[in-house]
């Protein structure tokens, strides 16, 4: 049969800087890879139901496999409703309910890139995380939350035993300090300083 190139779906709404970065530096990594790649930018005060219009033809096409929606988005848009929008099949972000319903249960289907990219970093440095006392800081459903998931399931990478503190967290100190490994992704600088840390452990700082 006629054989294609594996196509995503770049979605931007509005004008964020960083955002214009992010999407044009996926762009050139699917090219570098040799995925096809199809751009979307929306203006700024693009109502919702156009937004979710587009995901929704993204979701129709057979030709498209995967979709990212970039994230922030403008106030008039709801991203937990984007975001479910998106079919669970084409979530290569791994933010949809059921992807994250799967990391859970241990089945995984698409997992978030940061927390991906972070076990393969402990894998690639020799840092041993099975029954190893991992804190992560910070509960987003982009790091924080996928990445403890990740650490504790069974397996290569996991088998951890983790502690997601946040900002309600009372002394986290006292958690950081007997960490083994602790993973920084509460979106604060400087948070985390030398005398949370003990001797040894291991950093991440997303």
Same mark, same amino acid.
């Given at each position: ?19 214009k ?23 700024? *005060? ?5 937004? =979710? @219009?587009? /995901?929704?033809?993204? #979701? ?7 979709? %990212? ?23 290569? *972000? ?5 992807? =994250? @319903?799967? /990391?859970?249960?241990? #089945?995984?289907?698409f997992?978030?890139?940061?927390? %991906?990219?972070?076990r ?30 990740? /650490? ?7 088998d ?27 979106g ?19």
């Amino acid at each position: 049969g006629g054989s294609r190139k594996p196509t995503i779906a770049l979605v931007r709404v509005g004008e964020d800087p960083a955002s214009k970065v992010y999407v044009a530096s996926k762009a050139k990594a699917c090219e570098e890879c040799g995925i096809e790649s199809r751009n979307v930018h929306l203006p700024e *005060d693009a109502p919702e139901d156009t937004v =979710l @219009g587009v /995901l929704r033809d993204f #979701n129709r096409d057979p030709g498209v496999d995967g979709i %990212l929606l970039q994230l922030p988005l403008p106030r008039q848009v709801d991203a937990d409703r984007a975001i479910a929008t998106i079919s669970p099949e084409k979530d290569v *972000d791994g933010f949809h309910p059921e992807s =994250l @319903g799967r /990391l859970a249960a241990g #089945n995984p289907r698409f997992v978030p890139c940061t927390p %991906l990219g972070i076990r393969e970093l402990l894998l690639r440095n020799g840092v041993e995380t099975a029954g190893a006392n991992v804190v992560v800081l910070g509960r987003s459903v982009i790091v924080g939350k996928p990445m403890a998931l990740l /650490l504790s399931l069974k397996g290569k990478g996991a088998d951890a035993t983790v502690t997601i503190c946040h900002s309600r967290s009372r002394d986290i100190a006292a958690h950081t300090r007997s960490a083994d490994i602790i993973i920084a992704a509460m979106g604060v600088p400087r948070f985390l300083r030398g005398d949370m840390v003990r001797d040894g452990a291991v950093v991440v700082d997303v």
